[in-house]
Nanobody, 121 residues
Framework: QVQLAESGGGLVQAGGSLRLSCEASGRIFVMSWFRQAPGEEREFVAAISRSGVSTVYADSVKGRFTIARDNSKNTMYLQMNSLKPEDTAVYYC?????????????????WGQGTQVTVSS
């Protein structure tokens, strides 16, 4: 059974930075980050392939966020820079045993509990 645990959320001022981590137990391949703001649907943020070579980002975060992974630690990261109030949300780590890099939340089998990110203006 795969388990995912996020950490690193918090409160930051607009323009600031945060780094989220997601530690995984078990064998997984593709990993991703999603986020959900109050009253909104869960939306795709970024995904990374098993090797870490391939990545994909939502247009809203491109150029500001960087996804990475360290397979020796079974951990994925999301470096978030130039944060905006509209980035405020619960951020979820997701993973799957598929090799396909997907932006669709329905294609991820495993999910973490989420970590709150709040950006003040």
């Amino acid at each position: 059974q795969v388990q995912l645990a996020e950490s690193g959320g918090g409160l930051v001022q607009a323009g600031g930075s945060l780094r989220l981590s997601c530690e995984a137990s078990g064998r997984i391949f593709v990993m991703s980050w999603f986020r959900q703001a109050p009253g909104e649907e869960r939306e795709f943020v970024a995904a990374i392939s098993r090797s870490g070579v391939s990545t994909v980002y939502a247009d809203s975060v491109k150029g500001r966020f960087t996804i990475a992974r360290d397979n020796s630690k079974n951990t994925m990261y999301l470096q978030m820079n130039s944060l905006k109030p509209e980035d405020t949300a619960v951020y979820y780590c997701a993973a799957d045993v598929s090799l396909r890099l997907s932006v669709n939340r329905n294609e991820y089998e495993y999910w973490g509990q989420g970590t709150q990110v709040t950006v003040s203006s």
